[in-house]
């Protein structure tokens, strides 16, 4: 599984951004979508994930300004930022939880860079 994020940029406090990730290779089955970011000097934190293309869940912090989708035909996924905060800075990865040739394992993305500025 091969995931390409996009979408990051610089905005001001209070706008909005939407990241994608594209999905591409094989897999037999991917359980879980979602999001982690990463701030300088913090640790890794789930933002979003979307399981079983239903049941969403957020951090708090980020709960009733981010909503996390997916487009299952285009094996897309994307994640709506509004009413951003500096405190989103942080490189944004996304990755599945996929069941490929028998093992589940996670996939991640490279990485976009989402920088609000006050």
């Known amino acids: 599984v091969q995931l390409q994020a996009s979408g990051g940029g610089l905005v001001q406090a209070g706008g909005s951004l939407r990241l994608s990730c594209a999905a591409s290779?094989?897999?037999?089955?991917?359980?879980?979508w979602g999001w982690y970011r990463q701030a300088p000097g913090k640790q890794r934190e789930l933002v979003a994930r979307?399981?079983?293309?239903?049941?969403?869940d957020y951090v708090d912090s980020v709960k009733d300004r981010f909503t996390i989708s997916r487009n299952s035909a285009r094996n897309m996924m994307y994640l709506q930022m509004n009413s951003l905060k500096p405190e989103d800075t942080a490189v944004y990865l996304c990755?599945?939880?996929?069941?490929?040739?028998?093992?589940?394992?996670?996939?991640w993305g490279q990485g976009t860079l989402v920088t609000v500025s006050s």
């Open positions: 990755f599945v939880f996929a069941r490929v040739s028998g093992t589940w394992r996670n996939y």
């Open positions: 979307l399981t079983d293309g239903v049941d969403t």
């Open positions: 290779g094989s897999w037999t089955v991917i359980n879980h």
